[in-house]
Nanobody, 122 residues
Framework: QVQLVESGGGLVQPGGSLRLSCAGS????????MGWYRQAQGKEREMVAS????????KYADSVKDRFSISRVHSNNTIFLQMNSLKPEDTAVYYC???????????????WGQGTQVTVSS
């Protein structure tokens, strides 16, 4: 069983920064991706950033490239999301995610944290 616990959300002014953390416990392996998703009110959940195999494979949504940075510490199954130059449109609930894929690339398991609210407003 895997548990994911997010922290670090809050209220920040436009142009400000926040750092989200996600502490994972249970059977988490570096070969499978951990990542951040977000869901704004009235919108579908979208991928923000993901990371696997150390820092080897990293993906970002186009909307956050050059502003957000994801990192992973394998020793304690923790990932971070450094968010800079925040915009009001970044306002959302941010969720931590861990996915396990089979050898054929099929999704086997999908774990989510409880979410943390990020609000960007003046």
């Amino acid at each position: 069983q895997v548990q994911l616990v997010e922290s670090g959300g809050g209220l920040v002014q436009p142009g400000g920064s926040l750092r989200l953390s996600c502490a994972g416990s249970g059977s988490i392996f570096a070969i499978h991706p951990m990542g951040w998703y977000r869901q704004a009110q009235g919108k579908e959940r979208e991928m923000v950033a993901s990371i696997r195999n150390g820092q080897g494979t990293i993906k970002y949504a186009d909307s956050v490239k050059d502003r957000f940075s994801i990192s992973r510490v394998h020793s304690n199954n923790t990932i971070f999301l450094q968010m800079n130059s925040l915009k009001p449109e970044d306002t959302a609930v941010y969720y931590c995610n861990y996915r396990v894929y089979g050898t054929a690339g099929n999704l086997l398991l999908d774990y989510w944290g409880q979410g943390t609210q990020v609000t960007v407003s003046s």
